[in-house]
């Protein structure tokens, strides 16, 4: 009876993991940015301090989250497949060096979207549930990340 019940609660967990893994990122910008759509390659160069400006030579900020650990894991994941802990250590490497500055860090997917909404060089990434429709207006989607 043990047995099962630590299998159970096994398969629950896993089941919880892959439902957040399967939440869909949508990355945004401003809805007066000049971009459209993003290559994952322009994004990452974007992300990882590569290139400051987006393809049409705009100036570009981008925007990490700091409030959940969980989907800026994931967006690094599905963006370079790497972890965060791998992430945190380039960017260190680069800060050091001087080369780039990593993302601006902002509290949460609320404050991303409020800073996307009023910055047209602003780039971010929520969860796709986070933009309801009178948000929708305001920003526009670039890219989707999917599992």
């Known amino acids: 009876m043990k047995k099962l019940t630590l299998i159970s609660i096994l ?3 896993l089941y919880f993991a892959n ?3 399967a939440k869909q990122i949508s ?3 401003n809805a007066n940015n000049a971009t459209n759509t993003l290559t994952k390659k322009q994004l990452i160069d974007l992300y990882m ?3 400051v400006a987006f393809p049409n030579n705009q100036s570009a900020q981008p925007l990490d989250t ?3 650990n969980e989907l800026k894991s994931i967006f690094y994941k ?3 497949n790497m972890p965060l802990s791998r992430v945190n ?3 260190s490497r680069v800060r050091f060096t ?3 500055k990593p993302p601006l860090e902002l509290r949460d997917q609320q404050v991303i979207i409020a800073f996307v909404e009023n910055n047209p060089n602003a780039i971010g990434y929520v969860y796709s549930d986070a933009l309801t429709k009178p948000i929708a207006q305001k920003v526009k989607v670039v890219m989707e990340l999917y599992e």
Do not use: D, K, N, P
């Open 11 to 13: 398969f629950i967990a």
């Open 19 to 21: 439902t957040a893994m």
């Open 27 to 29: 990355v945004i910008v």
């Open 49 to 51: 301090g590569r290139y």
């Open 66 to 68: 700091l409030a959940t």
């Open 78 to 80: 599905r963006l370079v």
């Open 89 to 91: 250590a380039y960017w």
């Open 98 to 100: 001087g080369r780039a």
